[in-house]
Structures are given as C-alpha cells and as structure tokens.
C-alpha cells in the first residue's frame, strides 16, 4: 500500500521542519518523514543574532536555551582573550531545537511521520520513497533535508556522502556557563568548542580530516584540551557527525534542484565552511525552497540562492585556507587575529560582528582595507 503526497520532504531537522510548516502554512499537503525526529547531534547549536533576528520565535519560544555573552578565543599557541558579544549567541540542544522546529510544522497542518526512507525511485510528479518498515510514499515533489551523510546525495545533488566534508565530534558534559569557548588546533583546519547550553555542555571538534590523519587523532586533541580546562569526559558517551565543508568549485559545480526535487541545508552543502555554521542557512534555505514552490516555480529557487546564499558561502570558501593557514604580519593568521583582538577595540568589534553574522564575508575585505590603519594605530598605542 503506497500513500501519496504532493510534497514529501526527507529529513525532519531545521531545514525540513522549516519547509514543512512554510508550505503547509500556505495550505500545501506534505509530509515530513525523519528516522529519529528531535534527536540529539554532537554540534553547538548556536543560534546567531542574524538568525534569531530574522526568526525571533527562537528567542521568544518556551524551550529551553541559553544566553551566551562571551567567548573565550584560544590560538594555536595557547593564548588567550575574551571576546565579548555585542549581541548575545542563544545555545539550543539540538533535540530541543528539532522539536521546536517539528511543533511548528505540525500545528501548521504538516504530516509528521518517524520513519526512515531507505530508497528513491520513479521519476518526476511520481517519487517512490520506500521506508524502513517496507511501506512506501509516492510524492508528486521532494525535498531533501537529510544532512550530509546520506546516499541520496549521489542521486540527486551530484554530492556524494563523503565529498567536501569535515568530522564534528564530541561529547554531553554536565554543566552550563554564560561564556563559549573555541580553541585552534596547530595543523587543523576546525577547531575545539565548548558550548554550554541549558543544562549541559557540548563540548567538541570539528575539522577536516586529512591524509595520515583520523578521528582517533581529532579525539585525543580534544580529550586533552578537556583536561586542561577541567572537564571530566572519561564516562561520557562519544559522538560524531559529517557535516558539509563546501569548497568555490564544488558551489559552482552543485545540483541544488532539478525536475521535481530540491536540497535544502546540510543536504544541499549550505554550511560555512570556516566555521560549519548551518543552522541560518538550513532555515533560509528552506525558505526559499517553499517560496520557489508557492509561486509555482520551483526551479527559480537556484536562483534564489544565487542571489543570497551562494555568494556569502562562495567568499567563505575563498577565505577557508588563509584563515587556517596563511600568515599576516609574520606570524599564523590564527595567533595574529588573537592577538588583535587583545589588542584592538575596532578588530574585536569586527570578529564580534562574525560572529553574531552581522558582518558577512563579501563586504569582509573592503572592512579589514578600512581599518587597517586604526587597528595598527591601536596595537602600537597598547589600547585594550
């Protein structure tokens, strides 16, 4: 027996909660199938004031979450500053998030359903998805919402499971705290976090894995950093995750939609490639997947994204190995930066800026031209 549904969307975390309740808002039947629904991902979960600020319903929701006003900024080298946000980071868990992200969707009129969809067949206007359980769903259209790690990328998107990735792993300690850390790791192009949510902390790594190097190796480091900071990880329950690292010419060369079907978020490769930031691009993009689909158009949406998303993501990736690796001024970008930001009021308010996505990356450069001459006036006069 197959039940049928004009959208089916696969994946029921941000992006598909999001054009779950976005299409069935507008009076569009769809269904949200997701293996575990509000599940738990070793990530930050850390919601921008360029996200909450564009869907204030995730500061102005009765879910749990916690405000975060500092973050503590530590280089290669083991210096360290204190970067306080002009706006606060609000740090959701995950499964508290998804669950949010599902109510919504629900009391719009979507079809919630927990299953796993193991197969995509058909074609066009006639999508066999067949479950777990041996059922099947036929779709008229489909979106894909199902992370990374998925092997409907090779079908669809021209992305395959493992292509232009990084490894986020981690763990849940017990614990919270107003102030976020991020630790640079020489050699690693990611980074240690540890963000305090409501009632715990993720506490983790994310970086690309390369030749010689593995996960066994990403954990020690951050099992040592741990240490150092006082966390107690030995019982804790160790988790990892495949989230996109998108490069200039995999953005370029990307199948965002095609006849009868489109990518949103992680599935699309949406992320920040710096920081594996996905959570403001999992929501918009999923907007203009439904709008693209309302307005009956539903291939105008990789213009949509070409318009606001690619470009800001484009620059990123252009930015990914000097960042990790280039120099400024005769020492690694990574120590400079925090050095500046000891040492200059006018950079912290720009790295602040980044962080809250108050400053994007394709204005970034003329902004650094700027303030090239004040920040260096400030470093020399020993202003903090």
């Given at each position: ?36 629904l ?99 769903v ?39 705290s ?9 050699g ?39 240490r ?66 309302l ?55 720009l790295?602040?800026?980044l ?27 020993g202003?903090?």
């Amino acid at each position: 027996m197959s039940d049928n549904y004009p959208i089916a969307i696969i994946g029921g975390g941000p992006a598909g909660a999001m054009a779950g309740e976005q299409l069935a808002s507008a009076g569009r039947q769809v269904v949200v199938l997701d293996e575990h629904l509000a599940w738990e991902k070793p990530c930050g979960g850390g919601i921008t004031p360029k996200t909450w600020l564009r869907y204030p319903f995730l500061a102005e929701a009765a879910v749990a979450r916690n405000w975060v006003s500092t973050c503590e900024l530590i280089s290669p080298a083991g210096r360290r500053v204190f970067l306080p946000f002009q706006q606060r980071i609000a740090v959701f868990s995950r499964r508290v998030l998804n669950g949010l992200m599902l109510d919504r969707a629900r009391k719009a009129g979507a079809e919630i359903r927990r299953d796993r969809i193991v197969a995509v067949s058909g074609q066009p206007g006639e999508w066999k998805l067949r479950t777990r359980t041996d059922g099947e769903v036929t779709a008229a259209y489909l979106i894909l919402a199902c992370g990374a790690r998925h092997s409907f990328h090779a079908q669809f998107t021209s992305r395959s499971a493992g292509a232009e990735t990084m490894i986020a792993a981690g763990y849940y300690l017990s614990g919270s705290s107003d102030r976020m850390q991020i630790r640079f790791v020489q050699g690693l192009d990611g980074y240690i976090w540890t963000f305090p949510r409501s009632d715990h902390f993720s506490a983790g790594i994310a970086g690309k894995l390369k030749p010689g190097h593995t996960v066994a190796e990403l954990r020690r480091h951050l099992d040592e950093f741990l240490r150092q900071e006082g966390f107690h990880a030995d019982d804790a329950e160790f988790f990892a995750h495949i989230i996109p690292a998108p490069t200039i010419e995999g953005l370029e060369r990307a199948h965002f939609c095609g006849d009868g079907w489109a990518a949103v978020g992680d599935a699309a490769g949406l992320v920040d490639p710096i920081t594996g930031e996905g959570l403001y691009y999992a929501f918009r993009s999923a907007e203009l997947a439904a709008e693209a689909l309302l307005a009956d158009r539903p291939e105008s949406y990789r213009d949509l994204l070409s318009q606001e998303l690619l470009p800001e993501l484009t620059a990123a990736a252009g930015y990914v190995d000097r960042f990790y690796r280039g120099s400024l001024w005769g020492q690694p970008v990574l120590e400079r930066m925090v050095q500046l930001v000891s040492e200059s009021i006018r950079f912290r308010e720009l790295i602040s800026d980044l962080f809250a996505g108050a400053q994007d990356y394709t204005t970034l450069r003329g902004r650094c031209y700027r303030q090239l001459l004040p920040v260096l006036w400030d470093t020399m006069a020993g202003y903090s």
